[in-house]
C-alpha cells in the first residue's frame, strides 16, 4: 500500500544545531507540504513543493527550508534550532489539481515531534 | 489570505447523541474545497469528510454530515450516533480549487461521554 513516512518520530536537540526531518512518500503524489502544529495555531504551512527542483515559501517559512530532489522525498531542514521551533511537524502529499475534479486531498504523515532545549 | 475559524476550541457529547462542531471560513473566491479532519490519541490526520463549494448538496460519510452555507461561508460538521472512537481533535480545512495548499483552523477538541 502507498504511503508516508517521517523520520525520526521524536527527536530533542539543542539551540543551534541543525535538524533536518525526513519526509517519504510512495504514492507518487507531484505535491508536498511540511506543517508545523501548535495548540492554538491547528496547522500551519512552513513549505510546499509542486514537483521536483520546485519549493515554495509557506505562512511560516523563517527558519527552515526544503529541497526537493525527487517525487518521493521532501526533507525539512532547520538551520539552527530555536525553541520556538518546538512543534510536531507533518508531512503531506497531493496529486496535483488542474483537474477540476480532483480535490487535492492531503494525505498526512504521522508526524515527528521536536523539542528543542 | 484565506483564514479558517473553528470557535468552539472544545465540545463534550454524550455517547449515541448528536453534536455539532462550527466552522466559518474567509474567502473572495467562488470555486474552493472544504475538509473535516480527525486528529486521535495516535497523531494521524484522518480525511472525515469533503465538499465541494460548487456542489449544493451536503455531504454526507455514514454519522458524519456537513452543513454548508456557501453565502454564509459556513461549514459545519454533524456525527450523529456518537461513539467512543469519535473522541478526537477535529479540524475544518479549505483549499481553493486552483492551488495546491490547504489551510486550517485550530482545531475543536471533542470528547465523548460513556
Known amino acids: 500500500d502507498a504511503e508516508i513516512t517521517q523520520s525520526p518520530r521524536h527527536k530533542i536537540t539543542e539551540t543551534g544545531r541543525q535538524v533536518t526531518l525526513a519526509c517519504h512518500q510512495t504514492?507518487?503524489?507531484?505535491?508536498m507540504f511540511w506543517y508545523r502544529q501548535d495548540l492554538g495555531h491547528g496547522l500551519r504551512l512552513i513549505h510546499y513543493s509542486y514537483g521536483v527542483q520546485d519549493t515554495n515559501k509557506g505562512e511560516v517559512s523563517d527558519g527552515y527550508s526544503v529541497s526537493r530532489s525527487n517525487t518521493e522525498d521532501l526533507p525539512l531542514t532547520l538551520e539552527s534550532a530555536a525553541s520556538s521551533q518546538t512543534s510536531v511537524y507533518f508531512c503531506?502529499?497531493?496529486?496535483?489539481?488542474?483537474?477540476?475534479?480532483?480535490?487535492?486531498?492531503?494525505?498526512f504523515g504521522e508526524g515527528s515531534r521536536l523539542t528543542v532545549l | 489570505a484565506q483564514t479558517v475559524t473553528q470557535s468552539q476550541p472544545e465540545m463534550s457529547v454524550q455517547e449515541a447523541e448528536t453534536v455539532t462542531l462550527s466552522c466559518t471560513y474567509d474567502t473572495s473566491e467562488s470555486d474552493y474545497y472544504l475538509f473535516w479532519y480527525k486528529q486521535p490519541p495516535s497523531r494521524q490526520m484522518i480525511l472525515v469528510i469533503r465538499q465541494e463549494a460548487y456542489k449544493q448538496q451536503n455531504a454526507t460519510e455514514n454519522r458524519f454530515s456537513v452543513n454548508f452555507q456557501k453565502a454564509a461561508k459556513s461549514f459545519s460538521l454533524k456525527i450523529s450516533d456518537s461513539q467512543l472512537g469519535d473522541a478526537a481533535m477535529y479540524f475544518c480545512?479549505?483549499?481553493?480549487?486552483?492551488?495546491?495548499?490547504?489551510?486550517f483552523g485550530a482545531g475543536t477538541r471533542l470528547t465523548v461521554k460513556p
Open positions: 503531506a502529499s497531493s496529486e496535483g489539481t488542474g483537474d477540476f475534479r480532483n480535490t487535492g486531498e492531503l494525505f
Open positions: 480545512a479549505y483549499r481553493f480549487y486552483n492551488n495546491n495548499d490547504m489551510r
Open positions: 504514492w507518487n503524489h507531484n505535491n
